[in-house]
């Protein structure tokens, strides 16, 4: 186990649970690479400011984590996010396996694994359930919150 990058898995789910997006950016690389399910192929500030977007508009939102692991030179964590969906209103219980990659003592690779369809099950409700496993409309999904992150990056420019 190596201290110093299980510290920092800490203290970015430690910031997380504040909704302190700051913080979080903090702890990435300059030049840092995120995914998820839905947020694909962010690089160096997308993935900050990602981050700022939904630390900005969470509603009812809980965050836990554990799992902790760290070596020289990856890490990993479980965390699961509780919120309500702002477009629906309803409420998504979301479990996350992330996986991290470590260099000069920031995280330079983040990727986030979820069940695309059982988010958008809970998100989505009834459309979610029927029509949420099929590409298109996991599509669909990524493109409007790619949308969304333009929309609110345009805001702080």
């Known amino acids: 186990m190596n201290h110093a990058n299980a510290e920092l898995i800490h203290t970015f789910y430690q910031a997380f649970q504040r909704l302190d997006a700051e913080a979080m950016a903090a702890c990435y690389s300059a030049d840092v690479r995120f995914s998820d399910p839905v947020f694909v192929g962010l690089q160096g500030r997308e993935a900050g ?58 995280i330079v690779e983040h990727r986030d694994h979820f069940d695309l369809w059982r988010w958008s099950r809970q998100a989505l ?24 992150l333009a929309g609110f990056q345009a805001t702080l420019a």
């Open 49 to 106: 400011d990602m981050w700022r977007m939904l630390c900005t508009r969470a509603a009812d939102f809980s965050l836990t984590y554990g799992e902790v692991e760290a070596d020289d030179r990856r890490g990993s964590a479980q965390w699961v996010a509780r919120y309500t969906f702002s477009q629906t209103g309803r409420t998504v219980v979301n479990v996350i396996r992330a996986e991290f990659v470590f260099g000069n003592g920031r």
């Open 125 to 148: 409700g009834l459309k979610g359930w029927l029509l949420g496993w099929l590409p298109a409309v996991q599509g669909a999904i990524r493109a409007q919150a790619r949308r969304g």
